[in-house]
């Protein structure tokens, strides 16, 4: 599960129609490749609902180069990582 999950994540991240679908939701700049979304400090930021369904914490090891891409767009869409 881990490494599906870390391969989904790591796709994401390079693919264009994946941010292009995120860069709605920016609340701030974020660059990919030659690229700029700037974002909309108007925007609120999303925050997922709780849930009454018992839930689990998946841990995911990233390099550190996509360690740091994630926590980009992490600020950029004003969530943590």
Do not use: H, P, W
């Not at 490494?3 to 796709?11: A, E, F, G, P, Y």
């Not at 390079?14 to 995120?22: A, G, I, M, P, R």
Request: net charge positive.
């Amino acid at each position: 599960m881990k490494n599906v999950s870390k391969i989904i994540c790591i796709n994401g991240l390079y693919s264009k129609k994946v941010l292009d679908n995120l860069s709605t939701k920016f609340r701030r700049s974020y660059r990919f490749k030659q690229t700029v979304y700037i974002g909309n400090a108007a925007l609120l930021a999303e925050r997922t609902k709780k849930r009454k369904v018992k839930t689990t914490r998946l841990t995911i090891r990233f390099k550190q180069e996509q360690y740091e891409m994630i926590a980009d767009l992490a600020l950029a869409l004003d969530t943590t990582i």
